[in-house]
């Protein structure tokens, strides 16, 4: 589809559907929204000009790894949800196949800080952050006490209890071919410390930081994104919150960088009636960790098959390992050695590589920044943040390969390629013939993961965490 034809039968679904609209003026794809497309929609109606948002499969598609449950499902569910008390923006239509709009829903538009970092940090929102913890507590009482039956959920969203969770989830990246051992460490702790499910509910499966609407006066003003709403263990939603990757650089405050995990919890208790099984929250934290860094791979693997191969989808890839890092952060931490970073090039090199680079980089950062707006600004920054990285990767990457292949050899008491040994120690987590309480084990997955994330993102907090462990032991 064109862009003129997406534009013509768009505005020919507003005119239509939307009482009193006239005519489409503008349409503006917003920044971020890695796996679903939000489009800014801006129309003439017979009161004056309205705006209104967009929600829509990546390249007009609906497709499984991108919506698990389906956009229409997931208008239900917001539907619903605001029906139950939950604040969710109205949905006005759900589109249609004959509408060759693509596959989404246009839905009433919200006014609220939606970018993490922001809420974590903007003076704006100082007033209100205090309380928000607790109010994430009560709005997700409310999402789990919705009665699957009467709303009809119940025959459009999948069951997983938690051994399914953790298959359906292992099983995607085993399709991959690439060997990740401290994802199937994670896997196999996972699988050894499985909770018992008793009591299955609407479980939203992405509330966190980034996924929430908030006001400066109403604190939660909305609930996004349902795209892999199911029916579950309610705890997966508390213990995603925590997720060190949702709290945007604040990792001393457990509930999105902005409040306490005792105040989310006195929240939830308050509005449900029901004590917390914190030991199930934490589990479904390391979980969180754990799925994440899947779903980062699959960012990638999107990249190479999907509709939208857009720069930010390997960008996305390599975040995996700072999930991996969480994960050795809740499970393994202790001391590590940092690869000290090597020369890219001869100091007589006309120019040098890590010049060229950075000269790409900064004109990325600073004119092509500076000439642009919403998301092709956002795009150059993370395309910029990219040559970072594979600058990191040629000054730390070779040495960290040759210890890491040492270290297998040690480990695994066999000899072959770095990529044999990797492949090697995978499968002997997966089939359960290497422990998972091994020191030396430990040693291997800390000095090779957290160095990983001294290439992909030094900054990020997971990594400053594990260091000054090391450090400090």
Request: aromatic share 8%; with cysteine; proline share 4%.
């Amino acid at each position: 589809m064109t862009q003129p034809d997406f534009f013509g039968a768009l505005r020919e679904v507003l005119v239509r559907e939307i009482s009193g609209c006239v005519d489409l003026l503008r349409v503006e794809r917003l920044s971020g929204g890695a796996s679903m497309e939000t489009y800014q929609l801006v129309v003439e109606t017979t009161q004056g000009e309205a705006t209104y948002c967009m929600r829509r499969g990546a390249g007009g598609v609906d497709r499984d790894s991108v919506s698990a449950i389906g956009l229409a499902t997931e208008a239900l569910l917001m539907r619903t949800a605001r029906a139950s008390g939950v604040p969710e923006p109205e949905v006005h239509y759900v589109l249609e196949e004959q509408d060759r709009v693509g596959v989404g829903f246009i839905m009433e538009w919200m006014d609220g800080e939606t970018l993490g970092a922001r809420i974590v940090r903007s003076p704006k929102l100082d007033d209100i952050r205090d309380g928000l913890a607790e109010q994430c507590g009560r709005e997700l009482a409310k999402i789990h006490a919705i009665d699957l039956q009467d709303s009809g959920l119940k025959n459009h969203l999948p069951v997983l209890d938690p051994a399914a969770c953790l298959d359906q989830t292992w099983d995607r990246y085993k399709e991959w071919d690439t060997a990740q051992p401290m994802i199937d460490f994670t896997g196999r702790w996972l699988a050894e410390n499985l909770p018992d499910l008793d009591n299955y509910r609407l479980v939203h499966n992405d509330f966190r930081n980034g996924n929430l609407m908030v006001d400066s006066r109403l604190g939660l003003s909305a609930v996004l994104d349902w795209e892999t709403a199911h029916i579950g263990d309610p705890m997966r939603d508390l213990g995603w919150i925590c997720t060190n990757s949702w709290r945007f650089g604040r990792r001393d405050l457990a509930v999105g960088g902005f409040g306490e995990l005792d105040d989310l919890i006195a929240g939830y208790e308050a509005e449900s009636g029901e004590t917390v099984d914190r030991a199930r929250v934490q589990y479904w934290e390391v979980f969180g960790s754990f799925w994440w860094a899947i779903g980062c791979l699959g960012m990638a693997d999107q990249y190479r098959v999907g509709p939208d191969a857009t720069v930010e989808r390997p960008a996305i890839g390599r975040r995996s390992s700072e999930c991996q890092v969480d994960c050795v952060n809740l499970l393994i931490p202790g001391p590590v050695e940092l690869v000290e970073p090597q020369r890219l090039s001869g100091p007589a090199d006309m120019p040098r590589i890590d010049e060229l680079l950075v000269s790409v980089r900064d004109f990325l950062h600073g004119e092509v920044m500076n000439e642009t707006s919403g998301r092709t600004n956002f795009l150059a920054r993370v395309a910029g943040n990219s040559l970072d990285i594979v600058q990191r990767e040629m000054a730390i990457g070779p040495l960290l390969q040759e210890r890491e292949h040492v270290r297998l050899e040690t480990l695994l008491e066999v000899t072959g390629t770095l990529h044999e040994l990797r492949w090697k120690l995978v499968s002997a987590l997966r089939d359960g013939s290497m422990e998972i309480d091994r020191v030396d084990l430990h040693e291997y997955l800390r000095e090779t993961v957290v160095n990983q994330v001294a290439i992909d993102q030094p900054k990020y907090s997971g990594f400053q965490f594990a260091t000054r462990s090391s450090q400090a032991g």
